[in-house]
């Protein structure tokens, strides 16, 4: 492990810690933009997640130490994502820690803690919520997997600066399959991160919520973890993203200071990135929750369509 | 060379974006999209065909690729646009076979073209020749989407993109047919949306619905 | 090549004119008058064809050879007399209203432009145009098939639309896969669509592919053949268009499809160099031939009934096609002349029938010979011609194809002789219920044209008994030419 590496490791994760709250309020303020609402301020996510570690945080008489530890736990799951998404660099020393699987695993790590601690309290909703929440994750995992192993075709790689590496600084090249990647991508993200074609993140209706059902019961510091933890999952889809699909302009081993002068890149693409996402959610209106399986089963199809384009006759 | 390299690739994302937007077709419950979604495919058509003319230097297929355009981008979707306007249909496509289950086979559908076309692959020595396989599937697609499809808009979609699928099966092993057939395969294509057009007024004059499940009654008996 | 011009531009004319004047009083004499000068045309191309030989013109799109000579010239027949019994048959369909003069001018102008269709496909020594042609045929007659507007012929006008568009395009892809393998050996002066092109160097064409575009092409082809199990638009399209329409259908569409499926053939058994296209028009041929018997049994409507009857017959020509060799070619060939002849006099009788009946119901058809003596004659005449009665001419081809069967495929031949004895005793029953009995019908407003019904029957009869040698001369040149 060289100096330089231990620094982009480090300021990766702080750049995601601290650019989290901020990608989610962009997308929040072109939403509004896009509605012809008056947009919510940048940092309004900063400011709440300071008012909610101020606040106390109350918990249920028959809540068990589950419901305590989750927060902590989901946003330990996040955080360690973030580190392993190149997004500045791929010269990380975190990343042989996790390839591309085990990073779909820490997802359903915290999927699975989430679910538990929503249950753990016995109100309805919230199991309601840890069901569909579930549902969401079995039929969207193997289909982020099928859009990682398309990748992992091209490259002959699981891991995910190996990934990166091969596409960035290889010759250019156009893959159909990753088209295809593309698509079913985008669709599985707008599931796992509660966007509006599957679930409204900014509504508290009870038939329609999803994620909201699984955290009513979280107040305080806890809610702040969970909300953290929640832009955290945001940012590192985008990541994700934009490391399989536009991955230049990131820095390579040994040229340190590019680490640096990626900053911006990544925030330009970023903020693409949220543009775009709230334009789809403007766009589309959110469907009834029995249809959210035929949406990811497409995503699957289209995840395994791909892989199938990649052994085309001859190509 | 760099270019050529480039150009070979594109082709093959073209063709991809068709395969894509046939499955699209396949998924789509609003007769609206479904539209949409065709005119797109034959734009994609276009894009992929004049890329092989202008790689290949074949001048007929530029030819081709505007009859395709006029026909299958401006003027079939546009009679599909005011039939379902003065019909007032937007929103009714009803499947046959839930939608999930109808990708599922779409992919063993697939998976059947990609062999079916090996062996027209190794003969082929046009340089879209690895897209054949596409082709072939797009046509499977169409085919199945006429099937599982009860109402008679999505139904002549479906033949429409088969007609797509097949074009561009030609462009890709060939460069194309020769040019008198090219223009009486337009032709007859033309005619018959026109004649299904007619036709989709009667039958709604004669059953109150685009229903192609009232069209059971003769049977053997 | 003059000859060959007038022949396909007249219908195409005829069409053109009777489109303008179509719903006018005498257009069902303009129509058999532009039929007979295409009859003309079509007889004096055949005469120089004897004489002359093959003619390719026309830069060579277009060729006419024994095969597809005596085909232009059947259809150039029964297209004539089919104007001839359509003309009194449209006039009681008009005075009944069921058709507006609209629909006759439609009516009118399609059946010249399907007539030229046909000619065009079995003209066209280009397997493009030919497709082309093929699909102009499928439009033109769905069209026809339409012209009553009822929910019936809609709904039968929809499906023969829909299957057959979805076979055509089997056809075309057949096609480009057959361009395929033709580009690499012939090249890319074009001209690797012509058939005579094709047939030039078919053995050095790449046997996997060719194997597969025949499949396809088969299959495409096929469903407009009607074999089983592509057939469903068959009956619906008989038994619901106009029955002159029944007739050309049955008569020469099928014709038309089945000689496109044996031009494809004589490629792919060149190229392939094995029994595949044979055994695959071997086994579609077989199925139609049994499963259409099972239909037949189960029909109500008359004209349904017959319409399977031709499933039957088209399976029985694809069989002995696929048997192959001069003999069993042979007999194919004069299978077709016979059927097309006779099945369209069944059907323009069972037309006056159903018109005076007021029903296609066979239940409710009964005492035709009481009705009209000739209507009643011809029927039971043309059915016993069709289930293969000797003399007539049904017998004679039938016999060859079961002997011939016999020899080469011999388990095939119980398979035959049962379904056939099956037809038999069920038509038999049948016609026969509707053509004695009583009746207490009145005559129609305007006199049945039998002239088409005993002209055809008598041909078949002749062809049963006696067959001119220059015809013979002819069939055989055209079944060496398709060889097997």
């Not at chain 1, 990748?151 to 250019?172: C, D, R, W």
């Not at chain 2, 559908?109 to 020595?125: D, G, H, R, T």
């Not at chain 3, 008359?302 to 088209?314: D, G, L, P, Q, T």
Request: aromatic content about 10%; charged content about 10%; hydrophobic content about 55%.
């Amino acid at each position: 492990m060289s100096w330089s590496g231990l620094f982009s490791q480090l300021l990766e994760i702080a750049v995601a810690l601290l650019l989290a709250p901020l990608l989610t309020g962009w997308v929040n303020q072109c939403r509004a933009w896009l509605q012809n609402k008056s947009a919510p301020s940048l940092m309004l996510q900063y400011r709440m997640l300071r008012k909610l570690f101020h606040k106390e945080s109350v918990v249920a008489e028959h809540a068990s130490p589950l419901f305590r530890a989750a927060p902590y736990i989901v946003f330990g799951c996040m955080a360690l994502a973030s580190g392993i998404i190149p997004t500045l660099s791929t010269d990380l020393p975190l990343s042989p820690a996790a390839d591309a699987i085990a990073l779909v695993g820490l997802f359903a790590f915290a999927r699975v803690f989430i679910s538990l601690a929503a249950m753990d309290i016995g109100t309805a909703f919230g199991t309601m919520g840890a069901r569909r929440e579930m549902l969401i994750g079995f039929l969207a995992e193997p289909a982020l997997l099928m859009v990682l192993f398309s990748a992992s075709l091209i490259t002959q790689s699981t891991s995910l600066t190996g990934i990166v590496e091969t596409l960035a600084h290889g010759k250019f090249t156009i893959y159909p399959s990753m088209a295809f990647a593309g698509v079913a991508f985008t669709l599985v993200s707008l599931a796992e991160n509660a966007r509006v074609p599957v679930d409204n993140p900014s509504t508290h209706l009870e038939l329609t919520m999803i994620h909201e059902a699984l955290i009513l019961e979280y107040s305080g510091r806890h809610l702040a973890l969970i909300e953290w933890a929640g832009s955290l999952k945001m940012f590192a889809y985008s990541c994700i993203g934009l490391a399989l699909f536009f991955p230049w302009g990131m820095a390579e081993v040994d040229a340190p200071g590019a680490t640096i002068l990626a900053l911006p890149v990544l925030v330009f693409k970023l903020a693409i990135g949220g543009a775009l996402l709230a334009l789809i959610e403007t766009v589309s209106a959110k469907m009834r929750i029995f249809r959210v399986p035929e949406f990811l089963a497409t995503a699957f199809m289209l995840a395994v369509i791909g892989m199938l384009v990649h052994f085309l006759p001859g190509a | 060379m760099m270019m050529q390299a480039y150009l070979i690739q594109s082709i093959n994302l073209f063709a991809s974006a068709l395969l894509l937007l046939s499955f699209a077709m396949l998924s789509q419950r609003r007769i609206l999209t479904l539209i949409h979604l065709f005119t797109l495919q034959g734009a994609a058509l276009v894009a992929a065909t004049v890329v092989v003319a202008y790689v290949t230097d074949q001048h007929h297929l530029y030819y081709s690729a505007a009859i395709t355009l006029v026909t299958k981008v401006f003027v079939i979707p546009l009679l599909l646009h005011r039939l379902i306007d003065r019909l007032n249909i937007k929103w009714d496509v009803e499947t046959l076979i839930n939608i999930p289950t109808t990708m599922l086979i779409g992919i063993l559908l697939v998976v059947f073209a990609f062999n079916l076309a090996l062996p027209i692959v190794k003969l082929s020595s046009s340089i879209a020749h690895s897209t054949l396989g596409i082709a072939l599937a797009c046509v499977l697609l169409s085919f199945m989407m006429m099937i599982t499809r009860a109402k008679a808009v999505p139904q002549v979609i479906g033949f429409l993109s088969m007609e797509n699928g097949l074009f561009f099966a030609a462009t890709a092993a060939t460069y194309g047919m020769p040019m008198v057939v090219e223009f009486g395969i337009a032709f007859d294509v033309l005619v018959g949306v026109f004649i299904l057009g007619v036709f989709m007024f009667q039958i709604r004059e004669q059953f109150d619905s685009l229903d192609i499940r009232h069209l059971e009654k003769l049977k053997d008996d | 090549m003059e000859y060959l011009l007038l022949v396909l531009v007249i219908p195409l004319l005829g069409g053109l004119v009777l489109a303008l004047c179509g719903h006018r009083d005498y257009a069902p004499e303009v129509n058999v008058g532009v039929s007979l000068c295409t009859l003309v045309a079509a007889g004096l191309l055949t005469s120089h064809i004897i004489d002359g030989g093959p003619i390719l013109v026309l830069d060579r799109q277009f060729l006419v050879d024994p095969l597809n000579v005596f085909l232009i010239a059947l259809t150039a027949l029964v297209g004539f007399t089919t104007s001839v019994f359509s003309r009194p048959y449209m006039r009681v369909e008009r005075d009944r209203g069921k058709m507006s003069p609209k629909r006759m001018r439609l009516y009118h102008s399609m059946y010249q432009m399907f007539i030229f269709t046909m000619l065009v496909a079995l003209s066209t020594n280009n397997l493009g145009i030919l497709w082309v042609a093929m699909e102009a045929a499928t439009l033109t007659t769905v069209l026809l098939v339409s012209v009553y507007r009822t929910a019936a012929s809609l709904e039968a006008a929809w499906k023969y639309f829909i299957l057959c568009g979805v076979g055509i395009a089997q056809a075309l892809l057949g096609t480009i896969l057959l361009y395929l393998a033709a580009d690499k050996v012939i090249g890319a002066g074009g001209g690797a669509l012509l058939w005579t092109n094709l047939d030039a160097v078919k053995t050095m064409l790449e046997p996997n592919v060719m194997a597969l575009a025949f499949v396809f092409l088969l299959l495409g082809y096929g469903t407009k053949v009607g074999l089983v199990p592509v057939h469903n638009w068959l009956p619906d399209a008989h038994a619901e268009g106009p029955t002159p329409i029944s007739a050309v259908l049955s008569g020469l569409l099928l014709n038309v499809a089945l000689y496109a499926v044996l031009r494809c053939k004589m490629l792919a058994d060149g190229a392939l160099q094995n029994q595949l296209p044979g055994r695959l028009m071997i086994g579609f041929g077989l199925l139609s031939v049994v499963a259409a018997v099972f239909f037949l049994a189960r029909q109500k409507d008359v004209k349904r009934m017959f319409a399977y009857s031709s499933i039957e017959h088209m399976g029985l020509m694809t069989f002995a096609f696929g048997l192959g060799g001069p003999v069993a070619n042979f007999a194919g060939l004069l299978h077709m002349t016979v059927h097309s002849l006779i099945k369209s006099a069944i059907f323009f009788a069972v037309g006056h029938a159903t018109q005076k009946a007021g029903t296609q119901l066979m239940a409710n058809i009964r005492g035709v010979l009481k009705l009209s003596p000739t209507v009643g004659w011809g029927m039971l005449l043309g059915t016993l011609a069709i289930l293969g009665m000797p003399p007539f001419g049904v017998f004679a081809s039938e016999f060859l194809i079961i002997t011939t069967a016999m020899r080469y495929l011999p388990w095939a031949t119980p398979l035959l002789l049962v379904a056939l004895g099956v037809a038999f005793a069920v038509i038999f029953v049948r016609v026969q219920e509707m053509v004695f009995g009583d009746s207490e019908l009145k005559p129609l407003e305007h006199s049945p044209a039998l002239l088409p019904v005993f002209v055809h029957l008598g041909l078949g009869l002749m062809l049963g008994l006696y067959i001119p040698p220059y015809l013979v001369g002819w069939y055989q040149q055209a079944a060496t030419m398709i060889g097997g």
